[in-house]
């Protein structure tokens, strides 16, 4: 499955993603990363969110982070 991060907009301007930060989509604007992080609260937040029993990836997503995870592998 490919995966292309401009088919995903930033979630703070709507520009094509360049990053994936914190679990979050971002543009290269280091302001839309600043408010990521602030978002996810900070390196660790998203594990917050998973203590809270919420998921932390949207559900799209997984196949592709799954693709991830297997070219790790093969590193
Ligand atoms: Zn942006």
């Known amino acids: ?6 088919d995903y907009p930033c979630e703070f301007c709507g520009k094509p993603s360049t990053n994936v930060v914190y679990a979050a989509f971002v543009c290269s604007n280091p302001e839309c990363i600043e408010k990521a992080r ?3 609260g900070g390196p660790g937040g998203h594990m917050k969110k998973k203590a809270e029993g919420k998921p932390i990836i949207p559900e ?3 196949p592709s982070i799954a693709d991830n995870r297997d070219v790790g592998k093969k590193l």
């Open 1 to 6: 499955m490919e995966f292309n991060l401009e």
């Open 60 to 62: 799209e997503l997984v």
């Open 38 to 40: 602030i978002e996810r």
